[in-house]
Structures are given as C-alpha cells and as structure tokens.
C-alpha cells in the first residue's frame, strides 16, 4: 500500500504554542493567569484597531477584499513604500512559508541559524526541503560569517530573525550589510523583523534603505507584537515587485481576513499606542531582568519584548510546570537546544511581579 503521505511530512514536528490562558486555568485550576509565553503585547490591542475591528465585524458575511487594497496603501503610506512592493499575509508565519513554498525548488536549500525560530525549520522541512544550519557564537548569538561558510550553490532562502527570537538578541547594520555583500543576487536574504519596533540600539539595520542597496533583501514585519494584534493574524512583508507578484499567486486568495485588514489599518495610525507599548517594554525589561538575576538566573540581553532566562540546574519543562501551578505561563525552550532557560515576555508591572514571586516561591530562593 502507498504510504499515506511523503516521509517528510511523516517525519514533522508539529509547532508547540504558549499555552493558552483557558487551557492553564482548567488543567491546573488557577485563575488571575499571567501569559508571559507569547511575546505578546502588554497593553493588549492598540484601541484604535480594536473600533475598526468592531466596525468591521458588521461585514464579516462578506469576503475580505482579496488585494487588501486599503491596507496594503495604509503600509504604502505609512512606510513610503510603493504597494507593488508590499505582500500581507496571515501572520508572517503564513510569508515564511510563502517564501518556501514559491521560491525554493527541489534541490534547493533553506539557510538559517540554529536555535532560531522554529518556523523557519518548520516549514523548510512540511515542503521536503533541506535545512542547512550554523550554529550560534558566544551560545546565545548569530553567527553571521558561519552562516555565510554554509552558502552553497543550492542555498536558496536565508532566513535572519533580528532581533532573534528565542535569545532576544541582535546583529548591527555593519555586519548584515557585510554579510548581505557577500551573498549571490539570487539567493533571496529575509530579514524577520517581527520585533523591531522594540529596538533601540544605535547601529541597528534601516532594512527599507538596505532594500534600494540589496533587492534580494525581504523584510518580514508583523502586527502580533507591538501592535497587539497577534489573534487577528497579520503580517506584511516588503520585497520587489517581481518577488510580491510571485508570493501573490502562490497565497490563498482571502488569506488576511476582514476584520484584520481594517484594524491593521488603524493600527498603523495608532502612534500612541505604540509609543506606550515601546515606553513599557524598555522601563519593565530592567526591572524584569534585575528580578531574574537576583533569582540566579543568567540574563540574556534582549532588544525585544522578552528575556531568555537560563537557571542552571533547573530542568525546563520542571520550572515550567511549577510555574503553571503559581497562575504563570512562560515557554521553555528545551526544543530550541536551552534546556534550563525559560523565555519570559515583559509583562505589565503586576504580571512582572507576579513572575518573579512564582519564581522565587518555586525555586525557594
Ligand atoms: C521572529 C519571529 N518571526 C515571526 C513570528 C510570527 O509572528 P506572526 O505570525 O504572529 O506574525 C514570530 C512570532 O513569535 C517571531 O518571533
């Protein structure tokens, strides 16, 4: 008998989310649970948005518009980037599987860095894909010259998370302006900038200026993190227009909802709400990070809007668990090759005090 499907995809592992809140409060029967797991945004949705969603809710027996023609010129506008060169997605999970599925042939490769986020593995191996991966520096760091000594005539898709997720981590615009000199035009170089609204370091890539320099650069952005808008699943991607009309074909015909185009509109036009977001991740990180190290924690520094958190000795999935049973969701991060680290969002005050209280309750520090 033929098998019922292809070895690659008998052999995937399936993506492993945060745990949802509901799912914590009836397994453990907590209530008052802070969902510090996702990287999600603190302050919830941007308000604005959430008026356009509610307005758009009254069309929703209608089907989106399938160009997402006001949204893709709200990004236009917003970012002075012509539409022709912008893609919206559902989620930018949905573009890094895009990417893979039109543009990487068999035989081809997907490049990356080891212990990167998941999705990029994730989707090279659901088509049969080779992953090709360069392992980390300093342990928590990418590796851009390893990356660049694994390119091979069948490197395809360069997949770069910066800032990185799960480290939290970053490169400067020297070295990925190096690195992008050095890669063949046809290799295509996404940039996975899902946090970088967050960042505030001098030095860090101006991707839309890069872009003019480097048109194999594809910058992947979402509306999931500072935005808060992750539930309503939305990304945007910027490439060449050749690049946009092929993804365009390849997607879904209403593959960004309704309810989403409208309030990733508004959203955009939202500056206060992200102005606050920012203002709460970079006055709550410190305070997290300080917490965590008087735990005994090593503190990887982070340029987004969470903290790997490393407690030597102190099996994950363990302090997982314990930590469920105090009301506290975080993600271990075994899978990604941390086995005693725990990525932890930056919460509101009350949610960064109650992390730390569960901690040190469970860890009897
Ligand atoms: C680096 C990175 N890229 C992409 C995503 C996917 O975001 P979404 O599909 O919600 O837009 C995430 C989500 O956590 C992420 O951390």
Same mark, same amino acid.
């Given at each position: 008998?033929?098998?019922?499907?292809?070895?690659?995809?008998?052999?995937?592992?399936?993506?492993?989310?945060?745990?949802?809140?509901?799912?914590?409060?009836?397994?453990?029967?907590?209530?008052?649970?802070?969902?510090?797991?996702?990287?999600?945004?603190?302050?919830?949705?941007?308000?604005?948005?959430?008026? @356009?969603?509610?307005?758009?809710?009254?069309?929703?027996?209608?089907?989106?518009?399938?160009?997402?023609?006001?949204?893709?010129?709200?990004?236009?506008?917003?970012?002075?980037?012509?539409?022709?060169?912008?893609?919206?997605?559902?989620?930018?999970?949905?573009?890094?599987?895009?990417?893979?599925?039109?543009?990487?042939?068999?035989?081809?490769?997907?490049?990356?860095?080891?212990?990167?986020?998941?999705?990029?593995?994730?989707?090279?191996?659901?088509?049969?894909?080779?992953?090709?991966?360069?392992?980390?520096?300093?342990?928590?760091?990418?590796?851009?010259?390893?990356?660049?000594?694994?390119?091979?005539?069948?490197?395809?898709?360069?997949?770069?998370?910066?800032?990185?997720?799960?480290?939290?981590?970053?490169?400067?615009?020297?070295?990925?302006?190096?690195?992008?000199?050095?890669?063949?035009?046809?290799?295509?170089?996404?940039?996975?900038? @899902?946090?970088?609204?967050?960042?505030?370091? &001098?030095?860090?890539?101006?991707?839309?200026?890069?872009?003019?320099?480097?048109?194999?650069?594809?910058?992947?952005?979402?509306?999931?993190?500072?935005?808060?808008?992750?539930?309503?699943?939305?990304?945007?991607?910027?490439?060449?227009?050749?690049?946009?009309?092929?993804?365009?074909?390849?997607?879904?015909?209403?593959?960004?909802?309704?309810? @989403?185009?409208?309030?990733?509109?508004?959203?955009?036009?939202?500056?206060?709400?992200?102005?606050?977001?920012?203002?709460?991740?970079?006055?709550?990180?410190?305070?997290?990070?300080?917490?965590?190290?008087?735990?005994?924690?090593?503190?990887?520094?982070?340029?987004?809007?969470?903290?790997?958190?490393?407690?030597?000795?102190? &099996?994950?999935?363990?302090?997982?668990?314990?930590?469920?049973?105090?009301?506290?969701?975080?993600?271990?991060?075994?899978?990604?090759?941390?086995?005693?680290?725990?990525?932890?969002?930056?919460?509101?005050?009350?949610?960064?005090?109650?992390?730390?209280?569960?901690?040190?309750?469970?860890?009897?520090?």
């Amino acid at each position: 008998m033929a098998p019922l499907v292809p070895p690659h995809v008998a052999s995937l592992q399936p993506y492993i989310p945060g745990k949802p809140i509901e799912e914590v409060e009836r397994e453990y029967g907590v209530s008052d649970v802070a969902k510090l797991a996702s990287n999600e945004n603190a302050l919830g949705p941007s308000p604005l948005a959430l008026r @356009a969603a509610q307005d758009a809710c009254r069309s929703v027996h209608l089907y989106p518009d399938g160009s997402a023609w006001a949204l893709k010129a709200a990004l236009s506008g917003h970012f002075g980037i012509p539409p022709g060169e912008i893609l919206v997605s559902n989620g930018s999970n949905e573009l890094i599987e895009l990417l893979v599925r039109t543009f990487v042939l068999e035989g081809e490769e997907v490049l990356t860095s080891a212990q990167s986020f998941v999705a990029y593995k994730l989707a090279a191996h659901a088509h049969g894909r080779t992953l090709v991966e360069a392992p980390l520096k300093d342990r928590f760091h990418y590796d851009l010259d390893a990356i660049h000594a694994r390119l091979s005539p069948r490197t395809k898709v360069i997949f770069l998370a910066n800032p990185d997720n799960p480290t939290g981590t970053w490169f400067l615009e020297h070295e990925l302006v190096h690195f992008l000199g050095a890669v063949p035009r046809d290799t295509l170089v996404v940039l996975d900038e @899902a946090y970088i609204e967050f960042v505030d370091v &001098p030095g860090f890539q101006d991707s839309l200026e890069l872009r003019k320099r480097f048109p194999n650069l594809v910058v992947l952005r979402t509306f999931s993190k500072i935005y808060g808008l992750a539930g309503l699943r939305l990304g945007y991607a910027f490439a060449r227009p050749e690049l946009v009309a092929y993804l365009d074909r390849v997607r879904a015909p209403f593959n960004v909802n309704l309810v @989403a185009q409208a309030a990733g509109a508004a959203a955009l036009d939202d500056e206060e709400h992200v102005v606050l977001s920012r203002e709460l991740v970079h006055a709550e990180r410190p305070f997290l990070e300080k917490g965590l190290r008087e735990l005994g924690a090593t503190v990887v520094p982070s340029q987004a809007n969470f903290l790997l958190a490393d407690f030597p000795g102190q &099996p994950g999935m363990k302090l997982f668990d314990a930590l469920l049973r105090e009301a506290v969701v975080v993600r271990p991060v075994v899978g990604y090759g941390f086995p005693t680290a725990q990525r932890i969002t930056v919460g509101t005050r009350r949610e960064n005090e109650k992390v730390l209280a569960a901690l040190r309750k469970v860890l009897g520090r």
